[in-house]
């Protein structure tokens, strides 16, 4: 299993959902960084499960205790580690299902990889639980970035059929940003915001799940970042926000709908000002041959419903190898997207910055 990711900054994983804790181990963080720990908690708290009814109701406080690499309020140069313990378990939950594949999960696809030994609790290593210390490692490299007046942000587009307005492609600037992510339910526009959880409620109350967009910027990034062919900058992003669970879409600028345009409308022409060169439009999402042209970096998230639902579902028995019915039991979201906002900025902000170490 690889839990490692990072050429410049490292990343080492490590826990299960139902374990006795999450973590991670964080390689290549600048020697002599002060954190601000406060900073870190509220990144914790806008992913931490239980906050309101349209999220699952397992409360994790997800305080994190620093092991290693951190000493009289600096980096040491030391990995530094961090570990979340679990305190809200309920593994009694999985046990009758233990030989059931839950439809919409990874339970078959990792009892096959793994042979049967990985831990099926609460999804295991599998679990978007795991997005906890992903954020904690996210939270510090924001902070870095933020240094050098590099800001990410993001806001829920969609619910099922409801949206919201999108960016300003070529204007986003930080002030909105900022305005939306310090927002309960980060929408643009506030009344979409309540008919997009309206819905979720509804949809909650039969048992069901549903999904969503997530649309994110990065601005005020220089041009020339991005590697080509193999570490462009939307790949070293999307390998990121693809290892996010439940992602199973992403576009950058216009995306698919710039093949509704001519060559005239898509093309992203240039002007001066103020002594730098930008663009008109940002169809192109602030990338060309992979590599950031000094203008907004915009891109959307798409998001799949929740798997686990409480209405039955077709699936098999592994132990008596026959077909079978299931309803899931347990606490589950009915819909991820708003507890995804934070980690679609965190995993951002660590890519941003292996970069931008090259």
């Not at 933020?146 to 002030?175: C, K, M, P």
């Not at 310090?182 to 526009?189: C, Q, R, V, Y």
Request: glycine letters at 12%.
């Amino acid at each position: 299993m690889s839990g490692i990711w990072g050429k410049n900054i490292q990343l080492s994983i490590f826990g299960e959902s139902h374990g006795e804790g999450i973590g991670i181990v964080i390689n290549g963080l600048p020697v002599g960084l002060e954190i601000d720990f406060e900073l870190v908690h509220k990144e914790m708290e806008r992913r931490a499960p239980g906050r309101n009814k349209i999220s699952t109701q397992r409360k994790e406080p997800d305080t994190f205790q620093i092991i290693s690499g951190y000493f009289n309020n600096r980096t040491t140069g030391v990995p530094l580690c961090a570990i979340i313990l679990n305190k809200d378990k309920r593994s009694k939950d999985y046990d009758k299902i233990k030989n059931i594949f839950r439809p919409g999960h990874a339970d078959y696809t990792g009892y096959i990889k793994y042979k049967g030994f990985n831990d099926y609790r609460g999804g295991g290593h599998f679990s978007g639980r795991l997005t906890a210390p992903v954020v904690f490692a996210g939270a510090i490299a924001k902070q870095i970035l933020l240094r050098n007046n590099i800001v990410i942000g993001s806001h829920i587009f969609s619910i099922g059929h409801i949206q919201d307005e999108h960016y300003d492609l070529a204007n986003i600037d930080t002030n909105t940003l900022n305005r939306v992510s310090e927002k309960d339910f980060p929408t643009i526009n506030t009344e979409k915001g309540k008919e997009m959880i309206e819905l979720i409620e509804k949809i909650r109350l039969g048992g069901d799940s549903v999904g969503g967009i997530i649309e994110a910027a990065i601005v005020n990034l220089q041009a020339g970042l991005g590697e080509p062919f193999f570490d462009s900058v939307e790949s070293k992003l999307s390998h990121l926000l693809f290892s996010i669970p439940g992602v199973k879409g992403i576009e950058f600028g216009k995306g698919f709908d710039i093949t509704k345009l001519k060559g005239s409308q898509a093309n992203d022409e240039y002007y001066v000002k103020d002594g730098e060169i930008k663009t008109y439009s940002n169809n192109n999402g602030g990338i060309l041959g992979g590599i950031t042209n000094g203008m907004p970096v915009i891109f959307r998230v798409a998001i799949k419903p929740t798997p686990s639902i409480s209405l039955n579902q077709r699936t098999v028995d592994i132990e008596h190898m026959e077909s079978t019915y299931m309803e899931i039991e347990g606490r589950h979201d009915p819909c991820i997207v708003p507890r995804a906002v934070p980690v679609v900025e965190a995993v951002s902000a660590l890519a941003i910055l292996d970069m931008l170490m090259e």
